[in-house]
């Protein structure tokens, strides 16, 4: 059994200290703000301008005026801020942000970030504040789909689509589990309920690392 979409984003969102600067990509990532965990406040930044940005909101709640980075309706906090991009921009890149959580196509086992284009002619590449958040932020979360519709795995030894930035990916948090970048392959952090390493060796290819407690396999493959 594999983690939904908002069971990634509540997963992630549970690795995030109270009182943490964030900014939440387009996507997945922006399910995070609909699953700060109580006890726990985050001040959720987004590039557009604003920073003390709310979950979702609902249909009574809706202002028009009020979007986030990929235009879905939210709300806002109390002591929110409204700023312009020159500004919002200078936040990220003046190492401001305590941690961002972005989506990707690939990433390698040694932390590079590949999520602005593919190969694919059909797919319209946008790198959007990208670049500036995997460099920015001091913390970078990726939250994805462990594999692409075709069955390849977004998880590799060595990118093949153009970078965003190297070196940069601390954790990621999928469907299938929660996984760390390092030298000698991925560490598997936890895995989804029903999920078991060896099966997920055989399909990835990859060297996963086992740290998880009772997993199925030991040590790298």
Sequence with gaps: MSWSRHEIAARAARDIPDGAY???????????????????????????????????????????????????????????????????????????????????????????????????PTVIPGVGGAMDLAVGARHVFVAMDLFTRSGECKLVKTCTYPLTATRCVERVYSDHGVFEPSPDGFRVVELAEGVEIDDLRQRSGLDLIDTVPGATGKGTS
């Design 22 to 120: 964030v900014n939440l990509g387009i996507g997945m990532p922006t399910l995070v703000a609909d699953h700060v965990p109580e006890g726990k406040q985050f001040i959720l930044h987004t590039e557009n301008g604003m920073l003390g940005m709310g979950r979702a909101a609902t249909e009574d709640e809706i202002d028009p005026d009020l979007i986030n980075a990929g235009k879905i309706h939210v709300t806002e906090e109390p002591g929110a801020a409204y700023f312009d991009h020159a500004e919002s921009f200078g936040m990220i890149r003046g190492g401001h942000l305590s941690y961002c959580v972005i989506g990707a196509y690939q990433v390698s086992q040694d932390g590079d970030l590949a999520n602005w284009r593919t190969t694919s």
